[in-house]
Each structure stands twice: as structure tokens, then as C-alpha cells.
């Protein structure tokens, strides 16, 4: 089965501290793409960044940045210089195949506060 | 990335009626995605729509109670049938963003709540 894992259901950091949000998943798949959404009281889901599983260069968008680790099926998240606005759910997740009949599987979300 | 427009943000409705959620995307996209999200939980897919044939659904989830209908390449409507209290969630649309390749847009959500 394919699954993702988020072991940590509430992190909270200083504003302008760095924090690093965990996910690991399970698929025998080769070939996927692995995400991090952003779910802030909005509940507007917001991609913060994207990572293709064939790509050993781990994904960076401004201050997001991701570690990737395909033998360990690692993907964690770091937010460096965290701002105010960064508190939210934040959910990791994956797609496989590369046609648009796939469906994304979803982590259970770590909550994020950024305490000022 | 594509824009989606999500029809109503959200709504109180009494147990037994109907909600028929609407979602309008800016570009044509092949297949679109429902997904519900229970209070303090991660999304759960309901179903894919393609347009011109049946929704597929997800275990659990079945066409009497969540029928969607996908008539054209950019819009999309989700009903949530005979609701009860557990319906009480949010739902989201989802699309393959054509822009941003694999990575998918969602709509604002519904806030639906069931008394």
C-alpha cells in the first residue's frame, strides 16, 4: 500500500528560527513526484514545493528547501528564517505515474506555529 | 498556476437535504479530483472526474450519496445527497495544474456544516 507518514502532528519555532518538518512514505514505484502543501486557517492548499523522484538535486523555493532521500524514502521540509505567516498545516504528499489519472496520497498534516 | 473558483465557501444545511458544490477552473484540464477533509484530519479523495464519462470513486465513497457531474473541461460539481452531521467537513476540488507541471491546484473549499 502506499502511504506517507508525518510523525509529528504540532511543531511550533521562533519567528526567524529555522524548523524542519519529517515525512517519510512507502511505494515500490521508481518513478514519482513527492509535495509539501501549505493549509493555512484559510484552508486554502497552497503548493510550497515539488520534488521529482528521479532528480537527486533536492528542491529549493526561496526560503523552503527539501531533503530527499529516495533509498530511505525520506522527504523532510526546512523552513529557514520562518515568518509569522508561515503558521499552518503543513502536508506532505506523493503522486506516481505521469499520467493525470493518478491520485495524490496525503500525509496527516503537522500543524505549524511560528511564535513571535 | 491555474485558478479555481469554489462554489460556496461555505454553507449550514439541515439533515436530509442536498448541497450541490461548484467548481470552475480557468483552463481546460483533463481530469478533476473531490476530496473531503474531516475536522483536524488530512484530505481523503472521493472520486475523479473526467469529462465525457463516469466519475471514478474512491472505496468507501459512492455515487448515490456524492454524484458528480463533469460536463465540460473546466467545470465540475460535486452534490452531497441526504447529509447527516458525519458530512459535516470541508470539501476541495483539485485539478493537475497544466502550468505547473505535477503539481496540482486546489479550489478555496466549502465549509460544509450539517444540523
Known amino acids: 500500500a502506499q502511504t506517507v507518514t508525518q510523525s509529528q502532528p504540532e511543531m511550533s519555532v521562533q519567528e526567524a528560527e529555522t524548523v524542519t518538518l519529517s515525512c517519510t512514505y512507502d511505494?515500490?514505484?521508481?518513478?514519482?513526484?513527492l509535495f509539501w502543501y501549505k493549509q493555512p486557517p484559510s484552508r486554502q492548499m497552497i503548493l510550497v514545493i515539488r520534488q521529482e523522484a528521479y532528480k537527486q538535486q533536492n528542491a529549493t523555493e526561496n526560503r523552503f528547501s527539501v531533503n530527499f532521500q529516495k533509498a530511505a524514502k525520506s522527504f523532510s521540509l526546512k523552513i529557514s528564517d520562518s515568518q509569522l505567516g508561515d503558521t499552518a498545516m503543513y502536508f506532505c504528499a506523493f503522486v506516481v505515474g505521469l499520467t493525470s489519472y493518478d491520485k495524490v496520497i496525503f500525509g496527516p498534516g503537522t500543524s505549524l506555529s511560528v511564535i513571535p | 498556476s491555474a485558478v479555481i473558483s469554489q462554489k460556496p465557501s461555505r454553507d449550514i444545511c439541515q439533515r436530509g437535504t442536498s448541497l450541490t458544490i461548484q467548481c470552475q477552473v480557468d483552463s481546460q484540464v483533463t481530469m478533476m479530483f473531490w476530496y473531503r477533509q474531516q475536522p483536524g484530519q488530512s484530505l481523503t479523495l472521493i472520486a475523479t472526474a473526467n469529462q465525457g464519462s463516469e466519475a471514478t470513486y474512491e472505496s468507501g465513497f459512492v455515487i448515490d450519496k456524492f454524484p458528480i457531474s463533469r460536463p465540460n473541461l473546466t467545470f465540475s460539481t460535486l452534490t452531497v445527497s441526504n447529509m447527516s452531521p458525519e458530512d459535516s467537513s470541508i470539501y476541495l476540488c483539485s485539478v493537475e495544474d497544466p502550468r505547473t507541471l505535477y503539481g496540482y491546484t486546489f479550489g478555496s473549499g466549502t465549509r460544509l456544516t450539517v444540523v
Open positions: 511505494t515500490s514505484e521508481n518513478n514519482y513526484y
